[in-house]
């Protein structure tokens, strides 16, 4: 090309002032994030890896969606990001409405973010399960720590049963590690299935728990106590420190009483006030005490892997039960022989074995 047609294309670049490489690249990414089926998996790793929150937020609603495309692209971008996930501490944090947890998780956050950590808070919440309303999600919460550039809140995914809830949590938790945040918090209600669910996603649960809250209360708690790394007695502040001391004592007998747990890790009893800070900085050091000693003993890693493991097996079971279960001629079968076992004539092993033979004689 002359130098003369050179200069008369429409597409030769004049020189001027410089461009930036990319104008706005927040507002393309944006765009794009609003569309995110016509996103690659690549763009959306990329994307969640280099801390964009709307990437970010867009990868966890295709967790979250029903719609077969987006299960899809999601199970590509985790399966992308779990490579890069694995690298926090995940934190579970339980107790009653009302005992302070999202007081806690604030002061706790924003004493960590002052320390250069990346905090992600997320919720798995039993009452917005059964879509009635949420116990954790009404009210405005943690209003600072949600304006914190180095925290990341997600409420809790707003339907489904509490399996498929605690699949999606699972999953969030690889791309928010992906995402560079360093201590992921999961918070849940002490009602009912929740805790033990949220037990099995992190490598240390906390239970806030509350002085002098009455006996019902200590009794209902006293299966998550045994699960429990640390019970934080709250609120003693004012009036209610010596009685948060002396609830510490009486919790602290009362673990006397359970077998040693598997980690090796006596758990601590101590008493914080979320509102003044006090305690909270201690709450922290009991995390790094124990991640320190249950690495060094391995059982960090190996608390992880047998969770990898429950979700491998539980998985296959549930999809087990459900194949099987859907198939008409198992059902009809079922039927008839229901009815053989309830008027006697057979017994309920032999009617299950004949249900199982026909299963596998029919799938080979
Ligand atoms: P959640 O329902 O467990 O999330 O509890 P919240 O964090 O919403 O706290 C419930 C109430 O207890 C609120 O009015 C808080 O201000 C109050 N609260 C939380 N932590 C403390 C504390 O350490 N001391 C006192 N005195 N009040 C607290």
Not at 81 to 89: A, Y
Not at 180 to 196: K, L, P
């Amino acid at each position: 090309m002359s130098k003369k047609q050179e200069f008369k294309s429409a597409m030769n670049v004049m020189d001027g002032i410089e461009q930036p490489a990319q104008v706005n690249a927040d507002a393309v990414s944006k765009l794009k994030a609003k569309r995110p089926l016509a996103m690659s998996t690549t763009e959306f790793v990329d994307g969640i890896r280099a801390g964009n929150r709307t990437i970010l937020s867009k990868a966890i609603t295709m967790i979250e969606s029903a719609l077969h495309a987006h299960q899809q692209k999601a199970q590509e971008i985790i399966n992308a990001c779990l490579p890069h996930s694995g690298k926090s501490i995940r934190i579970g944090i339980t107790g009653v409405p009302g005992v302070g947890k999202s007081t806690f998780i604030e002061a706790l956050g924003l004493h960590l973010t002052g320390k250069d950590h990346q905090v992600a808070v997320l919720a798995i919440d039993p009452s917005s399960t059964r879509s009635k309303g949420s116990i954790l999600g009404d009210k405005t919460r943690m209003e600072q720590l949600s304006v914190d550039s180095r925290a990341y809140i997600r409420p809790s995914p707003s339907a489904g049963s509490l399996g498929g809830v605690a699949r999606k949590t699972r999953e969030t938790i690889i791309l928010c590690e992906a995402a560079g945040f360093d201590v992921i918090m999961v918070e849940t209600v002490g009602v009912g299935q929740s805790e033990t669910t949220v037990r099995s996603m992190v490598d240390f649960f906390l239970l806030l728990m509350l002085a002098g809250a009455g006996d019902e209360l200590q009794g209902m708690k006293r299966g998550i106590m045994e699960m429990a790394d640390a019970i934080i007695i709250n609120k003693a502040d004012g009036d209610n420190i010596n009685k948060a001391r002396a609830a510490r004592i009486e919790y602290k007998n009362a673990l006397h009483l359970y077998p040693p747990p598997e980690s090796g890790w006596i758990p601590v009893v101590d008493v914080c006030s979320a509102r003044t800070g006090t305690g909270i900085e201690t709450t922290w050091d009991y995390v790094m005490d124990f991640t320190e000693k249950t690495k060094s003993s391995g059982f960090f890693e190996e608390q992880r892997k047998q969770q990898f493991r429950q979700v491998l097996t539980e998985t296959i079971d549930q999809a087990l039960k459900r194949d099987f279960y859907n198939r008409k001629d198992i059902s009809h079968a079922l039927a008839r022989y229901e009815k053989e076992v309830l008027a006697g004539n057979l017994s309920p092993y032999t009617a299950a074995a004949m249900l199982l033979t026909i299963s596998s004689e029919v799938v080979r």
